[in-house]
């Protein structure tokens, strides 16, 4: 047999290669070759509110739009389609619903014992979570109660132990910042790899203001831009390959505002993909037209650097996922090694509708005790109603809805003043109240109560935030401001056009759009807003309140007035002008959805009738005005209406109404 010497000397001299202890350390900085493109899917579940089963708690029925169970099934689904994913919560996962409320104040979490909502998620493999300002609600001790029976962790990166040292450069994080987690792989050729994938979280700064009472003293809350700019790049420095930026924020083009700062968090250099949340917005959209207004600029522009088609902000990768459970968000991102370092080379933002998925049968078995439990509480009776309670039309017109809540705060804070505060008894009481349920979340959410037994789950219906009762000592000028600010829920009306012109603003939060009782006013919406909806003067000569009067009379801007409200809003909530660092009169740990039902008790029957303390001026020429609600809103009219069904709708089954404002 011939032997060939080249081949013996070759592989003698690859043996003894092999063979060095040098050799380990070649091979590692050997180039690597085929290594394939790895695609990674990421998943977001967000502001899920307690939402955990297909289940309306209001309406007693169940729900095809809301429901973690049915989210898992999606999630299952993902998971067969791209075995390498991620999945991910954006917080403002425990209040919201009454059987969030059960758990916290009815029949409160006991140490060792699982929140159903953490229970549903370590059922279904979470990888990671950051909190939501909501987490907040009930205190820091029942929020780490709540979370330490997690089998995922959590991060939050501006949230910081309150020292009371007032120096910054040695502040603590009250939680931990970021994580970066080695995650296996599989290439487009099957080989296993090693992503070491960086997760950070945000919070809104404000939750300090909105959750005054269980916050301060303990915590303190920073800037995300400034959070995000500081562990970022040290996250880099640790090895990161991809960055997920976990922002329970909003998005707007502001660069200053500090409660939506998606557009301004894209542009931080490092960050590889964003999931957000908090304004229970879609995005990417369906379409570029049905894109919503917050990713819009005045002029009704989409923003630029906003790619709804790929759903990318300024170059970025995002995704949100809406409301409750009824969507699952998905960013499909494919990286490639260059150099030795991951980059992303491509990507694609979805979202899923659950809406004609099945519940998970796990989730909803880890659940059902607490469900049930829940049913039996909200259905424990309190009173009755001598008509019908429905918002279908509270954004246009003075509503009983409202008004049962803002009578029910006036009568807490009289005898409130009456008992505690005799030196504020000749001031004038003011209370407001707002429609929280006119279609925020889709053409199911409104408040319809038939005439007759009223229970918990009715005031549920009617209050559906865990708010505390605050009541403000304001000037009469502060109050025409604050209105001033709720008219930028209307468009402006050109009164010489008489082709339709739709009245409402979709941008602009039902929940800021409040209705001030106890003194009367009328809305010029052919006048330009004063306000946008962040609370900035866009239009400072511009006054869409007229013949605002108390008892009769013009409000005098110097008169005194105690204005009733929530913590919410007191704290600042909204950016509303004059409101935030006003003097308390009351400054209640009651819950404003308690007080209506201690009324409702006290007074066993109510009726619910506006007393149409505030209407839309009329306008002078031949206008059509419309507005959209659900459907069902028109067997609240007949004839002599203001209000008429136009029987279409749009494509997310709102109705179309014509309202006379000639």
């Known amino acids: 047999m011939k032997t060939n010497h080249k081949k013996v000397v070759s592989l003698t001299l690859a043996i003894s290669l092999l063979s060095s202890p040098l050799a380990g350390n070649a091979i590692a900085k050997m180039p690597a070759k085929n290594v394939g ?65 059960y758990k916290a104040k009815i029949e409160p979490l006991k140490e060792g014992e699982v929140h159903p909502a953490i229970a549903a998620m370590n059922l279904m493999g979470y990888d990671m979570a950051t909190l939501g300002n909501h987490e907040f609600n009930y205190g820091l001790d029942f929020l780490d109660e709540t979370y330490d029976d997690a089998n995922f962790p959590y991060v939050n990166a501006n949230v910081y132990v309150d020292d009371h040292d007032n120096n910054p450069n040695n502040d603590v994080n009250k939680y931990t910042p970021y994580k970066i987690v080695k995650k296996m792989v599989k290439d487009e050729n099957g080989r296993p790899q090693f992503l070491k994938i960086g997760y950070i979280g945000f919070v809104p700064p404000q939750i300090n203001e909105w959750d005054k009472s269980h916050l301060d003293g303990k915590v303190i809350t920073k800037n995300i831009i400034e959070s995000a700019e500081k562990f970022v790049p040290e996250m880099k420095k640790k090895g990161a390959d991809i960055i997920i930026a976990q922002a329970h924020s909003g998005f707007n083009g502001s660069e200053a505002n500090t409660e939506d700062v998606i557009y301004s968090l894209s542009k931080v250099k490092g960050i590889g ?121 509270a954004l246009v017109q003075d509503d009983p809805s409202v008004q049962v809540v803002t009578n029910a705060q006036k009568w807490y804070v009289e005898k409130y003043i009456s008992l505690n505060k005799p030196e504020y008894k000749d001031l004038p009481i003011l209370s407001v109240g707002a429609p929280f349920k006119a279609g925020r979340n889709g053409v199911g959410e409104y408040t319809e109560i038939e005439k007759g037994p009223l229970t918990i789950r009715s005031a ?31 468009k402006t009306i050109d009164p010489n056009k008489p082709e339709e012109q739709p009245l409402l603003d979709d941008g602009f939060p039902v929940y800021n759009f409040d209705v001030i009782d106890g003194v009367n006013y009328q809305i010029d919406v052919t006048q330009p807003a004063k306000y946008d909806k962040t609370g900035t003067v866009i239009n400072p000569d511009s006054s869409r309140i007229i013949n605002l009067t108390y008892n009769g009379l013009a409000v005098d801007p110097n008169q005194d007035f105690v204005v009733v409200t929530n913590n919410y809003r007191a704290g600042g909530g909204g950016n509303f002008p004059g409101v935030k660092g006003s003097e308390y009169v009351v400054d209640s740990a009651d819950e404003n959805r308690q007080i209506l039902m201690d009324y409702i008790t006290e007074m066993k029957e109510i009726t619910p009738t506006a007393d149409n303390n505030w209407s839309i001026a009329p306008i002078s020429g031949d206008v059509n005005v419309t507005f959209t609600s659900s459907p069902n809103g028109q067997k609240y009219t007949s004839e002599d209406s203001k209000i008429k069904y136009l029987n279409r709708t749009d494509e997310k089954g709102f109705g179309f109404y014509r309202i006379d404002l000639n």
């Open 37 to 101: 493109k790895v695609n990674l899917r990421i998943m977001e579940t967000t502001d899920i509110h307690t939402n955990l089963l297909n289940f309306d708690y209001y309406k007693n029925a169940t729900s095809e739009t809301v429901g973690l169970a049915k989210t898992a099934t999606l999630v299952k689904q993902a998971r067969k389609e791209n075995k390498n994913s991620v999945l991910v919560d954006n917080g403002d996962l425990i209040q919201g619903t009454p059987l969030g409320t």
């Open 460 to 490: 549920g219906d009617l209050y559906l935030y865990d708010n505390t009762l605050k009541a403000l000592k304001v000037k009469g000028s502060v109050v025409k401001e604050w209105l001033e600010m709720s008219a930028g829920k209307f």
């Open 273 to 393: 993909a964003i999931t957000f949340s908090h304004t229970h917005k879609i995005f990417p959209a369906a379409d570029e037209k049905s894109l919503d207004a917050l990713f819009k600029d005045a002029k009704g522009n989409v923003l630029p650097g906003v790619d709804n088609a790929k759903g990318m902000i300024n170059g970025v990768p995002a995704v949100q996922a809406g409301y409750g459970g009824g969507s699952l968000g998905l960013i499909d991102l494919t990286l490639q090694q260059e150099k030795g370092k991951w980059k992303i080379v491509g990507s694609q933002s979805s979202v899923r509708s659950a809406k004609d998925v099945k519940p998970d049968d796990k989730v909803v078995e880890s659940v059902k005790e607490v469900h049930d439990a829940t049913i039996k509480y909200v259905n424990t009776p309190i009173g009755t109603t001598t008509d019908d309670i429905y918002s279908f039309f």
